[in-house]
């Protein structure tokens, strides 16, 4: 019988390998656990070992396998013995080679679905894993900078997501990204594959942790074990990969080293204080700016400024700054500066303009006017109104009348400049609600279409992929994956019940190349196939 099975169907022409045969379940075992099949075709009544226990024992070793049973006994204890082994064809012979070929080719399309709806899903688990991990990651970074969480919160979380934070030391790298001839969180290909080979890179490793921050750029936790040249190393080959995008230019800051997961706030502060130095140098000349430390303690008005009473910092640059250049310097850090950066430009500002400079009454009163004008002209061009800013931070020209020293402009200005601030970021924030509108309409209007995808929407609406997902997922309440999902599975149940569209049309017409992987996600959404919604809408009519 197994010559006939054997020779009586052509299993290459079938798209079938044959991976063998034996005279019963004994010799067949080992022989099926080394070729692991997908599909085995067993008589129950053999020698030594009959067709049940065979099967019973492939099914614990391979799961998948597909189990095609032959028996010349018709009687209801052997089937319903198969069917609790999973058991896929029960048959009853004698059986035609037509027959029997139809149950095989059967069973060989049910694998090939199942193969299919599992890359489907794979897919699209992929790309939503991806999104969560993303804001998932960036919400770590803020708890760390923020020291929200406790020590042992904080290497929980990060044990969920994959990253190692055990180390002797942390050391903070802040890169800033400029596009050329871009804003910083327009659509760039360019910017895309640097991420996607920076985190590649570090995707694996436990001495650097690597966050896309968006518009702000990248940062890079570097793990160390007390030695100086951790840090040396992991510049130079951020540099190596980044000097390889001529469209780019970049900056990179480098906070100090610390010894406690409590303290990379401290070392991130230092970065962003280093970073703002890429508005008073060369970009050309300068590309890194490192934090030394110094043992010596600031008092008085410079401990203050660097909010720091314990250890001073200082940088491995002294940025030059001629009287012409305050209000260029401003104008750029407007655009694209942080908060956090405000108030180390300003120090930054008044240290290379000298002492003798600052000093001076006419030339102070200048460089403040310089800067406060520079100010006013962005407020203006932002469509703000600057007289609100001046009734919380005081008329300037009180401020210039009453001829206060250095220490009393700067702080005006510190507070002046951080008021700005959160007005741009306020107006920025209205513009990205505006453009997660015309997001949500292109998504509306496209979602039926199969290669829609996070890139393309971004791409639609010029947002970088990664800041894009942050700001819809801040706007709409749930990420791009779960919206999309949401449109298809409402437009599905629509034409369920105003057609007599098949499931697998209604697939299609959703924007879903699997129609089996449509079936899995209705019911995984819904709670109910797509026949049983069907039937309950119209049993309710």
Known sequence: MRDGIKKHIDWEKEGIEFAGEASDGELAYPMIIEAKPDILLTDIKMPFMDGLELSELVKKELPDIKIIILSGYDEFAYAQKAVSLGVTEYLLKPISPAKLKESIRSVAEKIEEERALGASEAEWAKEEQAE?????????????????MSTSETLDKAKE??????????????????L?????????????????????????RNDCVFFDRGISGFTMLVLGDGGENNITVAVDELQEILNKYEDIDYF????????????IRDTYYEASKALANRFLVDPDKEKVVYTIREDTAPSGEEAEDNG????????????????????????????????????????????????????????????????????????KEIGGDASEID?????????????????????????????????????????YSRLMQS?????????????????????????SPNHFSTVFSQEMGKT??????????????????????????????????????????????QGMTTREFRSRGKGET
């Open 439 to 463: 997001a949500v309409s292109y998504i509306d209007e496209n979602f039926s279409n199969e290669d829609i995808s996070l890139n393309k929407v971004a791409s639609n609406v010029n947002i």
């Open 308 to 379: 720091d009473n314990t250890e001073h910092s200082r940088f491995n640059i002294e940025p030059v700054l001629d009287s012409e250049s305050p209000h260029k310097a401003m104008e750029s850090f407007l655009r694209t500066g942080t908060i956090v950066e405000a108030e180390p430009l300003l120090d930054s500002i008044f240290s290379c303009l000298g002492e003798q400079n600052i000093n001076s009454l006419i030339f102070l009163n200048y460089l403040t006017m310089d800067i406060y004008l520079a100010m006013a002209r962005f407020i």
């Open 252 to 263: 990179i800051g480098v906070g100090g080293m610390v010894n406690r997961l409590s303290e």
């Open 132 to 148: 969560r991990l993303a804001i998932e990651r960036n919400r770590l970074f803020d708890a760390l900078v923020m020291n929200e």
């Open 391 to 431: 009734k919380e931070c005081g008329d300037i020209n009180d401020l210039i009348s009453k001829a206060g020293g250095a220490s009393e402009v700067k702080a005006y200005l510190k507070k002046y400049l951080k008021k700005v601030l959160e007005l741009r970021d306020s107006t920025s924030a209205k513009k």
């Open 180 to 204: 050329n001839g871009a804003s910083a969180d327009s659509f760039s290909e360019s910017r895309n594959r640097l991420k996607a080979e920076m985190g590649t890179l570090y995707e694996d």
């Open 480 to 525: 791009f994956i779960e919206y999309l999902i949401g449109k298809r599975m409402e437009k599905a149940k629509e034409l369920l019940m105003t057609t007599d569209m098949r499931s697998n049309e209604i697939a299609y017409a959703v924007g879903y190349k699997d129609p089996h992987y449509f079936s899995y996600t209705f019911k995984k959404t």
């Open 161 to 178: 997501l994959g990253i190692t934070l055990t180390a002797r030391t942390y050391q903070m790298v802040l890169i800033s990204l400029t």
